[in-house]
């Protein structure tokens, strides 16, 4: 008896790992190479439609609701201190605040991301500036299409700014840049 119950136990265990490796395996995860390669068009098109001021030339890779932080912070009721959130929840909303997020250090962050500066968490996406921006890998549940798509947005001024500084080749031409040279 004592063995019917080991053995049954030991099928449980079994099926469990079973299960939880055809979970795990359920979307293949990108190599930093592959990932490099999917985010590339996807930066393109942002810093495209950036430069001439439509939306509709990213949206399709922007995860709405839209996260934008901002540098202000403020204190909940149970004393925690928190920075000020909101949540663009559509491309027209986008656009129609386009220059109230889209900022010059807004616009200095994305002009100089490359994938290769960003850095890369195979399970998450790509951030860049501190977590100042992030690319999610997400798979849009109405189509089904797998792509990165932009979900946070920091108009946090002085940690993006520090990022920018670092990352920023002023002998490159940027396409997004709102003059010819950089300051």
Request: hydrophobic residues 35%.
């Given at each position: ?124 996406g790509f951030d ?56």
């Amino acid at each position: 008896m004592k063995s019917s119950k080991y053995a049954l136990k030991l099928s449980y265990l079994a099926s469990f790992f079973i299960l939880l490796s055809g979970g795990v395996n359920a979307v293949e995860l990108y190599d930093r190479e592959q990932a490099n390669e999917k985010l590339t068009p996807i930066l393109s098109a942002l810093k495209n439609g950036i430069k001439k001021h439509d939306v509709s030339m990213f949206e399709e890779y922007v995860l709405f609701p839209l996260n934008i932080s901002y540098e202000e912070a403020y204190v909940t009721a149970d004393g925690k201190i928190k920075l000020k959130t909101e949540k663009i929840q559509q491309a027209s909303e986008l656009q129609k605040r386009f220059n109230d997020i889209f900022t010059p250090t807004v616009i200095n962050l994305i002009d100089c991301l490359t994938p290769e500066i960003m850095t890369y968490d195979r399970y998450r996406g790509f951030d860049a500036a501190y977590g100042g921006i992030w690319f999610y890998d997400v798979i849009f549940d109405d189509t089904g299409k797998r792509t990165f798509a932009l979900s946070s947005i920091s108009k946090n001024k002085s940690s993006t700014a520090k990022w920018v500084k670092e990352h920023y080749n002023k002998n490159m031409i940027h396409p997004t840049s709102i003059t010819d040279s950089v300051d």
